[in-house]
């Protein structure tokens, strides 16, 4: 039982490039979410999904695309790079019986934009 | 609007010494608490959580969380640091149906030996 898995874990774009963060959950959850990770700033909401063909935005979703083909896929694309886009970015995957539920991390995609 | 705020972004104390790591949440119904910690390098996992019912909450590696309705708080505490413990603290709220989760900043807890 893998959990939640991320690909890639490390990636360097140069300003303007697009490129699309991998996110995989093998335990039939139905929410799924992205987070970006910036040091003093917590967790910010970038979009997530209650099921697949569903998504919505979060906090911070501007530059940031999102689907859900299936309950399994919920890949983030950055559809141009900027600097201000340099972070970590956190995928996680949770069941949707009831907003108690935790929610499970992959291990992050550290990104940096030259 | 729903916020969490957790004291201190580094928190130092001593091997064998108590933790205590503040959360203070604000919210107008009962909300779902949850502690995550992320060690370095790694994804967030969940430490403990209160639901409902008993309000002091036990984790794991012998963490745990009163939660305080009338102080609007959820604090985190180890009676003994390990060096080992040395991690970033996050405290969240959710609300209801509400599956999003509202994050506080971190606190880093530095563990002197």
């Known amino acids: 039982n893998a959990g939640v898995t991320q690909t890639p874990k490390f990636q360097v774009l140069k300003t303007g490039q697009s490129m699309t963060l991998q996110c995989a959950q093998d335990?039939?959850?139905?929410?799924m979410s992205w987070y970006r990770q910036d040091p003093g700033m917590g967790l910010r909401l970038i979009h997530y999904s209650v099921g697949a063909g569903i998504t919505d935005q979060g906090e911070v979703p501007n530059g940031y695309n999102v689907s859900r083909s299936t309950t399994e896929d919920f890949p983030l694309r950055l559809l141009s790079a900027a600097p201000s886009q340099t972070s970590v970015y956190f995928c996680a995957s949770s069941k949707r019986t009831d907003s108690n539920q935790p929610q499970h991390f992959g291990d992050g995609t550290r990104l940096s934009i030259l | 609007a729903q916020s969490v705020t957790q004291l201190g972004s580094h928190v130092s104390v001593s091997e064998g010494a108590l933790v205590l790591l503040r959360c203070n949440y604000s919210s107008s119904v009962p909300p779902y608490l949850f502690w995550y910690v992320q060690y370095p390098n790694q994804g967030l996992q969940l430490l403990l959580k209160?639901?409902?019912?008993a309000t002091l909450v036990k984790g794991i590696n012998g963490f745990e969380a009163e939660f305080k309705k009338s102080e609007t708080s959820f604090h985190l505490t180890k009676p003994s640091a390990h060096m080992s413990d040395a991690a970033e603290y996050f405290c969240?709220?959710?609300?209801?149906?509400?599956?999003?989760?509202?994050w506080g900043a971190g606190t880093k807890l530095i563990i002197k030996p």
């Open positions: 335990m039939n959850h139905e929410y």
């Open positions: 209160y639901t409902t019912g």
């Open positions: 969240a709220v959710s609300e209801g149906s509400n599956y999003q989760l509202i």
